[in-house]
C-alpha cells in the first residue's frame, strides 16, 4: 500500500514563503508522475504543479515565476517552494502521485491527506 504525506503548511504574511514536501512510502515500484493540487473555500480542487521522473514540469498560470516544483527521486519525496505569496493562494494544498506498484499493471493514483497553508496579514 502507498502513502503520501504533506508537511510544510502553515500561517504566512502576503509576500512570504513556505516550502511544502510530499513524501511517498509503500510497495512503489515507480513514480512516474507528482504533483500539487490546491482547493481554496468554495471552489473545485485544481492543479497547481506537476513533475515527472525526469524532472518536466508544467505549472497553472496563477503561479508560474513564484512557485517551484521539484523532486527527490531516491527519497520519493516532492517539494514546491512558494514565493512572494498572495491571500488567493490561501487553500488546502494535496500532494498527487501516480504510483506503479506491479509489473504489467498501469499506475494507481495516489493523493495525501492535504495541508493548509493561509496567506493573510
Known amino acids: 500500500q502507498v502513502q503520501l504525506v504533506e508537511s510544510g503548511g502553515g500561517l504566512v504574511q502576503p509576500g512570504g514563503s513556505l516550502r511544502l514536501s510530499c513524501a511517498a512510502s509503500?510497495?512503489?515500484?515507480?513514480?512516474?508522475?507528482m504533483g500539487w493540487y490546491r482547493q481554496a473555500p468554495g471552489k473545485q480542487r485544481e492543479l497547481v504543479a506537476i513533475?515527472?521522473?525526469?524532472?518536466?514540469?508544467n505549472y497553472a498560470d496563477s503561479v508560474k515565476g513564484r512557485f517551484t516544483i521539484s523532486r527527490d527521486n531516491a527519497k520519493n519525496t516532492v517539494y514546491l517552494q512558494m514565493n512572494n505569496l498572495k491571500p488567493e493562494d490561501t487553500a488546502v494544498y494535496y500532494c498527487n502521485a501516480a504510483v506503479k506498484i506491479r509489473i504489467w499493471v498501469p499506475p494507481d493514483d495516489y493523493w495525501g491527506q492535504g495541508t493548509q497553508v493561509t496567506v493573510s496579514s
Open positions: 509503500g510497495s512503489i515500484l515507480s513514480i512516474e508522475f
Open positions: 513533475i515527472t521522473s525526469g524532472g518536466r514540469t
